[in-house]
């Protein structure tokens, strides 16, 4: 009974609706020219006795429409969106290996994330990356007895698997790397350890930047270099038992006492 | 230098969580052989040195033999942290194996499941 006139009404709301927000999206770039008289003439055309609670219906409808227009047609940030999406990834160019970071858990969702979020990571630092490698787990196993006082027949096993990630850094500039690193150290994941191999790159004269470097590097160690060696005044000879008997030792003595 | 492990033994209890008399001993041992460890080296070396004349190394000797038993390494015993037990402790957790299989069924020890295969 009911549901027949709904229908069309609802039929008829939807054969409005349609010319209406086709009209309403045309008038707003031309607002600016006439905005009042064109609808007023179009509801008289279409009903004149119906013409007060028709626009209320479809001024509600306008809205859900835009705000479903909205859904449909803006899109989220590319940044968010990107979320979503495989991660992306710098090409690398002579594919020299930089850095190595192992990535290690005892859940395979914690460490998926992580190194997820660390390729995502470079991306954006502009380093190149393969990975991650699923490197073999490590399985630890222990089998004891379930009492606490013999009854050997009886035992339980446990275990612990160490699943682990690889992701490599190929020619990244070492600041760079480094700031990735100190990057992930600061967004460090609950349950993931993390350990990293850097490498760095010198030019073809390693020999001549070392020989160059040799006498600052000299500088820098005299004061522990002069912490070696034997006094020339040490009279002190082979008689250890001086030594053993000295100020030092006795110091440690009296500490621990 | 006498010959009373009491020296070896703290003012006051540094030892915190589960505590056992064993515990304290093998703890004051523990800290007596971190103490006296570069006397006992340069005893030993000297007692080693042949080029050091045989009057010197057998003093050395002395006075290795004369040190306290608690300076020695081979004093130390690994005990479980949780209940004091010196057998079946295990190296990566630092418990008893009963201690070990409570804590993992209770899904205190990280990662540590029970096993099938």
Same mark, same amino acid.
Do not use: C
């Given at each position: 009974m009911f549901s027949n006139p709904t229908r069309s009404l609802l039929g008829a709301g939807r054969r409005l609706r349609v010319p209406l927000s086709a009209r309403w999206q045309s008038t707003t770039p031309v607002q600016p020219s006439a905005p009042s008289p064109s609808p007023a003439q179009e509801t008289k055309t279409t009903s004149p006795a119906e013409s007060v609670p028709i626009p209320e219906a479809n001024a509600a409808? $306008?809205?859900?429409?835009?705000?479903?227009? %909205?859904?449909?047609? *803006?899109?989220?940030?590319?940044?968010?969106? !990107?979320?979503?999406?495989?991660p992306l990834r710098r090409k690398a160019e002579h594919g020299l290996p930089v850095c190595d970071l192992q990535l290690r858990s005892y859940s395979v969702e914690n460490v998926e994330f992580f190194a997820d979020f660390a390729i995502r990571a470079a991306y954006y630092l502009n380093l190149p990356v393969s990975g991650p490698v699923p490197l073999p787990?490590?399985?630890?196993?222990?089998?004891?007895?379930?009492?606490?006082?013999?009854?050997?027949?009886?035992?339980?096993?446990?275990?612990?698997?160490?699943?682990?990630?690889?992701?490599?850094?190929?020619?990244?500039?070492?600041? $760079?790397?480094?700031?990735?690193?100190?990057? %992930?150290?600061?967004? *460090?994941?609950?349950?993931?350890?993390?350990? !990293?191999?850097?490498?760095?790159?010198?030019?073809?004269?390693?020999?001549?930047?070392?020989?160059?470097?040799?006498?600052?590097?000299?500088k820098t160690l005299e004061p522990h270099l002069a912490q070696f060696g034997q006094r020339e005044d040490n009279s002190a000879g082979n008689n250890m038992f001086d030594v053993l008997d000295s100020d030092r030792f006795a110091e440690r003595k009296s500490a621990r006492a | 230098?006498?010959?009373?492990?009491?020296?070896?033994?703290?003012?006051?209890?540094?030892?915190?969580?589960?505590?056992?008399?064993?515990?304290?001993?093998?703890?004051?041992?523990?800290?007596?052989?971190?103490?006296?460890?570069?006397?006992?080296?340069?005893?030993?070396y000297l007692i080693r040195n042949t080029s050091l004349p045989q009057r010197v190394r057998a003093q050395a000797q002395l006075q290795l033999s004369q040190m306290h038993a608690y300076t020695r390494p081979t004093q130390i015993k690994n005990r479980c942290v949780a209940s004091?037990?010196?057998?079946?402790?295990?190296?990566?957790?630092?418990?008893?194996?009963?201690?070990f299989r409570m804590q993992a069924l209770a899904g205190e020890l990280p990662g540590v499941k029970k096993a099938s295969w």
């Open positions: 409808k $306008s809205t859900s429409e835009r705000m479903g227009a %909205l859904d449909n047609n *803006a899109r989220l940030p590319r940044s968010v969106q !990107a979320v979503y999406l495989r787990r490590i399985v630890e196993r222990w089998t004891v007895p379930r009492s606490n006082f013999v009854h050997k027949k009886s035992q339980e096993n446990f275990e612990r698997i160490t699943l682990r990630r690889l992701i490599q850094i190929k020619d990244g500039n070492p600041q $760079s790397v480094q700031a990735w690193l100190a990057f %992930l150290r600061k967004h *460090a994941f609950y349950g993931v350890g993390m350990k !990293a191999n850097v490498w760095e790159h010198e030019s073809l004269d390693v020999g001549k930047a070392m020989d160059q470097s040799a006498t600052e590097i000299q | 230098m006498s010959k009373m492990a009491s020296m070896f033994r703290p003012k006051k209890l540094d030892l915190s969580g589960f505590v056992n008399t064993r515990l304290i001993r093998d703890h004051n041992k523990r800290n007596a052989v971190e103490q006296t460890e570069p006397e006992r080296q340069a005893l030993r004091g037990t010196a057998r079946a402790v295990f190296r990566d957790f630092r418990i008893n194996r009963f201690q």
